[in-house]
């Protein structure tokens, strides 16, 4: 069982929403929860938000905004935020998965872009044995799971 407090810290974060306590059994539990943590960045620049779930599908306060990600993924780059994720999850949450968001104004749906991020996130993320619990699709006026 994870300990909350082991990841409590003061810092840069502390204008996050409140995390849900209750573990995220469902994917609309998950695409709530991302919703609410992006907030009005939902109609920033194109970015890739990463959040951890830990084994017990709890979301950890642990968020990665990637802002100004390119139209199309650079496969290296992709791979190599893989490598770091894999390593706070096997040292830090075992048994946890990732979480993407896959983030831009317009979006929010399976357009062109949603869709070749996902594959680079899901292929990046195979390769390394990164347990991907879902990867969302988030617009300014509309979010939706996407599903593989």
């Known amino acids: 069982m ?3 407090t082991s990841w409590s810290a003061p810092g840069p974060d502390d204008d996050l929403p409140a995390l849900p306590t209750a573990p ?6 998950v695409l709530d929860a991302a919703l609410a943590l992006i907030g009005p960045e939902r109609a920033g620049p194109p970015a890739l938000w990463l959040l951890l779930l830990d084994a017990d599908a709890r979301l950890l306060p642990v ?9 199309q993924p650079v496969p290296g780059d992709v791979r190599q935020v893989m490598v770091a994720i894999d390593d706070v ?11 993407v968001a896959v983030v831009r104004a317009a ?3 399976r357009g062109a872009f949603e869709r070749t991020w996902e594959a680079a996130v899901r ?13 969302l699709a988030v617009g ?7 599903r593989p």
Do not use: F, S, T, W
Request: charged share 30%; hydrophobic share 45%; proline share 8%.
């Open 2 to 4: 994870h300990d909350d």
């Open 24 to 29: 995220l059994l469902h994917d609309d539990a």
């Open 63 to 71: 968020v990665l905004p990637l802002v100004g990600i390119p139209l």
């Open 89 to 99: 999850l096997r040292h830090e949450v075992p048994g946890g998965a990732l979480v």
């Open 107 to 109: 979006g929010g749906d």
């Open 123 to 135: 292929e990046a993320a195979d390769d390394r044995g990164v347990p991907v619990r879902v990867v």
């Open 140 to 146: 300014e006026h509309r979010a939706r799971v996407l």
